[in-house]
């Protein structure tokens, strides 16, 4: 069936270093993919989706390519802030329901 | 964005008590609603998903009659953990639908920290 791998965590960077989370996906089909984002004590967000091939999703300074040769969805930022610290769940749908990676738990120290 | 509200947030109950989590939508109406279970270190894993007023539909492997999920209305539904085990302690997530769900109307609740002694 259709599943997401992702890095596994913790990723530890200092402030306005550059973030690559990595992400792959299977399926069968051609699936959206997304990031969601879990800040503490809080509920997942959306934090950006790309529908098809060589869409880029972009929110917050955070950005994704979906990228179907290499069946990826790597998430980057090129400058973290301590407010990033949160987890990161890449994800496909399956559907109406989400499929989700294990989440990478993201630590930007001062 | 759209707010839902799950708690209790962390409940601790004994083998064999039955524990209520409640997924409520607090300025939208649901019509579908998914639950969610994750372990440590794992994946987000669908349970089931249920739609207001029928029978909620479960993923291969999820006991029905273990994992009760009642949607009663637009705004609330609930899953109740009966005759919990140890091996049910985990973290449970809801997430709800606006209108005609695409993947962006989808909204998290906080989730449940369950742990069973």
């Known amino acids: 069936g259709d599943s997401v791998t992702q890095m596994e965590g913790p990723v530890t960077l200092s402030e306005e270093a550059f973030l690559t989370i990595n992400c792959t996906y299977t399926a069968t089909g051609y699936p959206s993919l997304f990031w969601y984002v879990q800040y503490p004590g809080e509920g997942l967000q959306l934090l950006l989706k790309?529908?098809?091939?060589?869409d880029k999703g972009s929110n917050k300074g955070f950005e994704a390519t979906y990228r179907k040769e290499t069946t990826s969805f790597h998430l980057e930022k090129g400058s973290v802030q301590v407010s990033d610290s949160a987890v990161y769940f890449c994800?496909?749908?399956?559907?109406?329901?989400?499929?989700f990676g294990k989440g990478t738990s993201l630590l930007v120290t001062p | 964005g759209a707010v839902v509200s799950q708690h209790p947030s962390r409940v601790i109950c004994k083998s064999g008590t039955s524990v209520k989590i409640e997924c409520r939508s607090l300025?939208?109406?649901?019509?579908?609603m998914f639950w969610y279970r994750q372990f440590p270190k794992q994946s987000l894993m669908l349970m089931a998903t249920?739609?207001?007023?029928?029978?909620?539909?479960?993923e291969q492997g999820v006991e029905k009659d273990k994992f009760l999920i009642n949607h009663a209305s637009l705004t609330l539904s609930t899953l109740t953990v009966t005759s919990a085990h140890p091996e049910d302690s985990s973290f449970y997530i809801c997430?709800?639908?606006?209108?005609?769900?695409?993947?962006?109307?989808?909204?998290f609740g906080s989730g449940t920290q369950l742990s069973v002694l």
């Open positions: 994800a496909s749908n399956s559907g109406y329901a989400l499929n």
């Open positions: 790309a529908t098809k091939a060589d």
């Open positions: 300025d939208f109406q649901a019509t579908t």
């Open positions: 249920s739609n207001e007023g029928s029978k909620a539909t479960y």
């Open positions: 997430s709800a639908a606006q209108g005609i769900a695409t993947n962006e109307k989808l909204f």
